[in-house]
């Protein structure tokens, strides 16, 4: 990849995120839900980006196979080389994982965004259709990580596997104390997922005896930052970022 713009994707469990490097910098960001017809309706935002001329693009994916070759055969009828992201030991992020193929390419991309924007130790909080977390010590050194079910799974699971309940309100909740069944749902899937990242990181500095930035992205990380104790840095484009590093490294190798 000689250009000097690269496509980014972060494609998730339920939307396509994109962003364009170009001289070190992340720009023409966009995201999008998926939709039934992904080869026929991805958004009018996305032919923009690639009409400014990146001729490569390298996917971060965690979404079904068949959601993958959609989006790497539409950048082929675009004329766009697409590369896939795998996850791989290095130097400067010694994964926990023996088996690290089985390390979420998700996961490995945040953590690779957060050392680049903080080389100490860090907590990764990445908040989507899954909550994941993940800490790294100053040394690069991965302890391991977390994976509960994000908001809506976590809503869903009472929806579907118990009697009478109707619906989860949606809103941020007001307090802990629901007035309405939907309202006590919702309640206990937020604050459910604000104390297990404040019990992580509290267990993260515990284990590094050093107090660990945290960083959250995703999609429900507004919502999380929301309700949190912990003190957190909202960063976005986390993925994104990681994948930008990984393309840097490897201009290195």
């Not at 860090?122 to 991965?142: I, M, N, P, Q």
């Not at 109707?166 to 802990?176: K, V």
Request: hydrophobic share 45%; charged share 20%; net charge negative.
């Amino acid at each position: 990849m000689t250009d000097s713009s690269l496509l980014l994707f972060d494609a998730g469990n339920t939307r396509l995120k994109w962003a364009i490097k170009r001289d070190d910098k992340l720009s023409d960001h966009g995201a999008w839900f998926y939709t039934d017809d992904l080869q026929n309706d991805l958004p009018a935002e996305l032919t923009r980006a690639i009409a400014s001329g990146p001729s490569h693009a390298l996917i971060g994916s965690v979404a079904s196979q068949v959601t993958l070759n959609t989006l790497q055969a539409w950048l082929a009828s675009n004329n766009i080389v697409a590369f896939e992201a795998t996850v791989k030991p290095l130097d400067r992020l010694q994964l926990a994982y023996q088996d690290y193929e089985t390390l979420g390419v998700d996961r490995w991309l945040a953590m690779l965004g957060a050392q680049t924007l903080y080389p100490g130790a860090v907590c990764v909080a990445d908040c989507g259709t899954a909550l994941t977390l993940d800490s790294v010590d100053e040394r690069g050194r991965h302890l391991g990580g977390m994976i509960v079910p994000g908001f809506e799974l976590m809503q869903r699971a009472l929806l579907t596997q118990t009697a009478r309940i109707g619906s989860a309100d949606q809103p941020l909740p007001e307090s802990p104390f629901g007035d309405r069944t939907g309202a006590a749902v919702n309640a206990g899937a937020t604050y459910s997922l604000a104390a297990v990242l404040d019990r992580f990181v509290e267990e993260a500095a515990q284990a590094l005896s050093v107090t660990p930035v945290v960083l959250v992205t995703g999609g429900g990380r507004e919502r999380l930052l929301r309700f949190t104790r912990t003190d957190a840095i909202e960063v976005p484009d986390l993925v994104l970022l990681g994948l930008a590093t990984l393309r840097y490294l490897q201009s290195l190798a």
